[in-house]
């Protein structure tokens, strides 16, 4: 079982920053991932990071804004959001994947995580 604490949101102005973080229980993952859902539409993929080699796979809405990081040593990865936009509004959930090959085709779908964090609420104001 590994749980995942997720900390961060907020309430920012378009333009403006904020870093959400995410805590893992275990070691053993392979992949962390980061999606968003919306209120009336389905859960999206924003991106992802290889734990021991720190590859990143970006979803295009995103890529140029967001970052993703880990932390070894706290395990702990974060999701840095620069020039937010009104629609990055939504819930972002992290979520665990403790095996599998690095895939894009792969990592981008909700059905390759194994642990999901409970969401933080992100909201941009225009």
């Known amino acids: 079982q590994v749980q995942l604490v997720e900390s961060g949101g907020g309430v920012v102005q378009a333009g403006g920053s904020l870093r959400l973080s995410c805590a893992a229980s275990?070691?053993?993952?392979?992949?962390m991932g980061w999606f968003r859902q919306a209120p009336g539409k389905e859960r999206e993929f924003v991106g992802a990071i290889n734990w021991s080699g720190g590859r990143t796979y970006y979803a295009d809405s995103v890529k140029g804004r967001f970052t993703i990081s880990r932390d070894d040593a706290k395990k702990t990865v974060y999701l840095q959001m620069n020039s937010l936009k009104p629609e990055d509004t939504a819930v972002y959930y992290c979520?665990?994947?403790?095996?599998?090959?690095?895939?894009?085709?792969?990592?981008?779908?909700?059905?390759?995580?194994?642990?999901w964090g409970q969401g933080t609420q992100v909201t941009v104001s225009s």
């Open positions: 275990a070691r053993t993952v392979s992949t």
């Open positions: 979520a665990a994947s403790l095996g599998g090959t690095w895939s894009v085709v792969v990592i981008v779908s909700p059905a390759r995580y194994d642990y």
